[in-house]
């Protein structure tokens, strides 16, 4: 068993002496395990750091195997960010995401091509990750609860209120609420920020915290809870740059960061 392809080093533990397990996420095969012999030394921690562009090449006699996986840097995105707090907290909480709920071996072509061209643009832009880049990350995390069967539906009133004054999103049913029809539910309701509706709005760092609580429910519910499992630190400590930016103080429920409405 044998294939080769670009892949996005999503993470790299060290295992044994100077090897490593490396995560991958390619296009073609999705996300895949392997053996990186050497990647725990000087020059193969290089190569696997997280959030990577890599040509990777993964072999095993028996597709069961955990299989060896050897790489050659593309691009280093998580170099060039070093001294960036903020973007670099984007660019781990993507990958520890997409590490945390894909299921191993299953394509999501969507989610590697949105993937690649957030950190390429994060990495090489930090101006515009600090200013633009957290529509298109919470964008990429309603993706990915798509794709991962957990959509939610943003295009209608879940209660044939007006479709120009969505504000609201059900933290039950993931259905979007006009502001006219939420009513005395109002308080148990997710916000719904605008940048959401209008592609072309970049919002606040209100709205960002707002989107980051709305998508971050449901990965807590769905994506993360059917496995028994947390949302990834580094996702809360996104979260928590969001809300210091919008001078908001972090939740004090979950450690997920999400809403503790259940309605």
Known sequence: ?????????????????????????TGEYGLYHGLARGGASSRGRAVWQTGNLVRARWTARLPEQLGNITAETVHASSARILDAPLPLA???SLCALADG???????????????????????????????????????WELLLLSELGFGLDLTHCALG??????????????????????????????????????????GTPVDWYDGLQLTGHFLQRD????????????????????AREADIPPPDASPDGATATTE
């Open 90 to 92: 984007m660019l781990a």
């Open 1 to 25: 068993m044998e294939w080769e392809a670009p892949a996005l080093v999503l993470s790299a533990t060290p295992y044994g002496e100077g090897s490593a397990i490396a995560h991958v996420l």
């Open 161 to 202: 209120g007006r479709r120009d004054d969505l504000c609201w999103v059900s933290p039950r049913t993931g259905r979007a609420v006009s502001d006219e029809r939420a009513g005395e539910w109002r308080s148990r309701l997710l916000p719904l920020p605008g940048f959401l509706l209008h592609p072309d709005q970049v």
């Open 223 to 242: 994506a993360f809870g059917q496995r028994h499992r947390p949302v990834p630190e580094a996702r809360c400590r996104l979260l928590d740059m969001i």
């Open 101 to 139: 709920c894909l299921p191993e071996r299953e394509p999501h072509p969507a989610i590697f091509q949105g993937l690649a061209s957030l950190l390429a643009r994060i990495s090489l832009d930090p101006q515009w990750a600090v200013a633009g880049a957290m529509p298109e990350i919470v964008r």
